[in-house]
């Protein structure tokens, strides 16, 4: 599998989104999306398990969209 790495946010990050977006290209439930923001969101470097590199691609496109620099 491929990871994603959330670094860092700007303000005005759509957190709602972000989640959203987090749960749709993982494997993770909703509530668990919602705890790894979270915690991003608290300084912490969260990584992410994503299928393929297609899908990694356009995850981070869409969190840069959001207001995250990931990897």
Known sequence: MNEVVLKEWRPGLKVVSLIELVHEHTSVSLPEAKNLVERFLAGERVTLSVPNSAVKAEFLRAAEAL????E
């Open 67 to 70: 207001g995250v620099e990931g």
